[in-house]
T-cell receptor, first 113, second 112 residues
Framework: NAGVMQNPRHLVRRRGQEARLRCSPM?????VYWYRQLPEEGLKFMVY????????ESGMPKERFSAEFPKEGPSILRIQQVVRGDSAAYFC???????????FGQGTRLTVV | KQEVTQIPAALSVPEGENLVLNCSFT??????LQWFRQDPGKGLTSLLL?????REQTSGRLNASLDKSSGRSTLYIAASQPGDSATYLC???????????FGKGTRLSVIA
């Protein structure tokens, strides 16, 4: 059973471009969470999704950021018109059930130049 | 506000020493608590999960305890090895519709 798969592992974007981060949860997991980690900072919650539904997006900036978890395929975190401050490591986690044990992917390290 | 605090921020010990990492949280109403390990530039590896009804969990040289009433958890590492060097993160799932809340971690260095 493969773990949580994130791609790409590293992503470089110029200011103003779009970044698309992908996350495939563990097999059998229907709950996906996205977190952002800044250098020397803890992980900050962004959004919680179940298949085709956003459950909690309280940690996600209102503008430029969006997330989806379609019926088929990976979850996508999309950042439009990236700025330097978006540079961070973005981690995805999945769980089999609500409030179940969370398993994390290796992260996508976004660098905005 | 529901917060998780980890002390110390960094710890350096000689190989072979037993050590304790501390985690405190502000609200005793929790579903579970997880300890993770993060190596530099890598993802998070789940080490131990303690449900709110449990007092401790063990895996190999690791033992995690939970005291909800005092809002504390400890991660005990026995006979530390250089390979244990990493950042250890404590995360709490508070009751209610809240996501996992993370502490900032303790950066552990085990010196050979």
């Amino acid at each position: 059973n493969a773990g949580v798969m994130q791609n790409p592992r590293h992503l470089v974007r110029r200011r103003g471009q779009e970044a698309r981060l992908r996350c495939s949860p563990m097999k059998g997991h229907s709950h996906v969470y996205w977190y952002r980690q800044l250098p020397e900072e803890g992980l900050k919650f962004m959004v919680y999704l179940q298949k085709e539904n956003i459950i909690d997006e309280s940690g996600m900036p209102k503008e430029r950021f969006s997330a989806e978890f379609p019926k088929e395929g990976p979850s996508i975190l999309r950042i439009q018109q990236v700025v330097r401050g978006d540079s961070a490591a973005y981690f995805c986690a999945s769980s089999q059930e609500d409030k179940g044990e969370a398993f994390f992917g290796q992260g996508t390290r976004l660098t905005v130049v | 506000k529901q917060e998780v605090t980890q002390i110390p921020a960094a710890l350096s010990v000689p190989e072979g020493e037993n050590l304790v990492l501390n985690c405190s949280f502000t609200d005793s109403a929790i579903y579970n608590l997880q300890w993770f390990r993060q190596d530099p530039g890598k993802g998070l590896t789940s080490l131990l999960l303690i449900q709110s009804s449990q007092r401790e969990q063990t895996s190999g040289r690791l033992n995690a305890s939970l005291d909800k009433s005092s809002g504390r958890s400890t991660l005990y590492i026995a006979a530390s090895q250089p390979g244990d060097s990493a950042t250890y993160l404590c995360a709490v799932l508070f009751s209610g519709n809240t996501p996992l809340v993370f502490g900032k971690g303790t950066r552990l260095s085990v010196i050979a």
